[in-house]
């Protein structure tokens, strides 16, 4: 036990060394969880657009079209900057970015309205920013069931004058609130889940990263030739340990202070969170481990990182939902360690879910621990020291001879 004891110590001393001489694994494991989030959040902390400016092409020219006009230049999404006499100045206006929506209310509008036929109002939209796109569709069907449920009380009034002492506002009043999201933002619905795929693609990230390093400059590990008798097991878990206590405080900064900073929900247990969360971390190092056996170069690593972070971005869930995914997909999402920590959290921080309520994905979490982790302990066994191994030994046979050259010139040089 004190044998293996002091092999965790130098080990674990020694991965500080080589994090604390790496400005790319400071980058991964500092930088990227701590300045991400704020960037990020930064970007969408006005959680929804407002007041974007729309044109209306009014060929009704009617009070009940006028009406439509500014019920909807009063709703919060959209603004209506004025009129338009066809449909090729409104498009001239859009092309200019003068507006981002056109309004289109054909002639007989009120008309069909008054014959009890169907009044149809044309709306278009620009699709470069999905939130104007969104905002406008909102806008335009809140006003569409506010106008209908007055047309349908003046039609109930026709009926039985006596009928608006009863029936007074809407008939079928519609109240849309979101758990864990009250003012419906962007920020909140997608920054709690962007912050565990941050978490885990800065473990991966970088320990994939530390492989490279170590591949590149096996001498900052202590590996030679001759020297190679630590245990694989104390190895990993030493390494392990390191990351873990570099972690501790961008952890704590990611999951409780980013979302208290820009006012996310915070509904769950901090500490139960954390015990969630710890599962995922060991999942990723595990896949970190894993990866080393492919990452050769340090570089490397940032390739994999562009590539990868889309991919799980969209099989987390977040902007797709899973259950709408093929099996083919779905079966590759649940491999994913940020799946289920992303399912999880959010149930947990927006909607204060415990963790006994999540425990299907902390339980998922605990087996892809466990199975990532023995195969990292594959890749590094079998894979990762020999290459190490050989990289040390070619570099030692460089060394000794150049020694050996660099011995004969200078016999040379004292014959002459």
């Keep these: 036990m004190k044998k293996i004891f002091s092999q965790f110590i130098d080990v674990y001393l020694r991965e500080f060394r080589l994090v604390s001489k790496d400005m790319g694994l400071i980058l991964f494991f500092v930088f990227l969880p701590l300045a991400y989030p704020i960037i990020y959040s930064l970007i969408y902390n006005t959680e929804v657009v407002r007041d974007v400016p729309l044109v209306v092409i009014d060929h009704d020219r009617t009070a009940r079209s006028r009406e439509m006009t500014r019920m909807l230049d009063a709703t919060q999404e959209a603004w209506v900057i004025g009129y338009a006499n066809d449909l090729p100045e409104a498009r001239r206006a859009m092309a200019q970015q003068d507006a981002f929506a056109i309004l289109e209310i054909p002639e007989g509008f009120e008309r069909n309205i008054g014959r009890e036929e169907q009044a ?8 470069t920013l999905l939130l104007r796109y969104r905002g406008f569709l909102v806008a335009a069907t809140n006003v569409m069931q506010n106008m209908s449920s007055d047309i349908t009380i003046e039609r109930i009034d026709n009926i039985a004058p006596l009928a608006t002492t009863v029936a007074q506002g809407d008939p079928m009043p519609i109240s849309n609130i979101s758990m864990g999201n009250i003012e419906n933002g962007f920020d909140s619905f997608i920054m709690p889940g962007v ?12 320990i994939g990263m530390a492989g490279g390093a170590k591949r590149e400059r096996p001498e900052l590990i202590g590996y030679n030739p001759v020297n190679d008798t630590k245990s694989v097991a104390v190895t990993m878990l030493a390494q392990m340990g390191c990351y873990i ?10 999951l409780h202070y980013v979302p208290l900073i820009f006012a996310f929900p915070m509904a769950g247990n901090n500490l139960e969170i954390f015990a969630f969360i710890m599962p995922m971390i060991l999942a990723s190092c595990g896949v970190g481990f894993m990866l080393q056996g492919v990452v050769r170069e340090r570089e490397s690593v940032f390739v994999i990182w562009v590539v990868t972070s889309v991919i799980f971005l969209f099989l987390s869930g977040l902007t797709w939902p899973r259950y709408a995914m093929g099996p083919v997909w779905t079966l590759i999402s649940d491999l994913v ?12 921080n927006t909607n204060g879910a415990s963790l006994a309520q999540v425990q299907p994905c902390y339980i998922a979490l605990w087996i892809q621990a466990v199975v990532y982790l023995a195969l990292g302990y594959a ?17 030692n046979s460089i060394n000794a001879a150049t020694q050996t050259q660099q011995s004969g010139e200078t016999v040379l040089n004292d014959n002459a």
Excluded: N
């Design 379 to 395: 890749v590094q066994r079998w894979v990762v020291r020999p290459a190490i191994r050989r990289t040390a030994a070619a570099r």
């Design 120 to 127: 149809k109002a044309v709306m278009y939209c620009d699709m």
């Design 337 to 348: 360690p940020a799946t289920w920590g992303v399912e999880g959290f959010i149930r947990m």
């Design 245 to 254: 206590t570099i972690l501790i405080v961008p952890v704590i900064f990611l």
């Design 195 to 206: 912050i565990v795929l941050i978490l885990q693609q800065a473990v991966i990230l970088a």
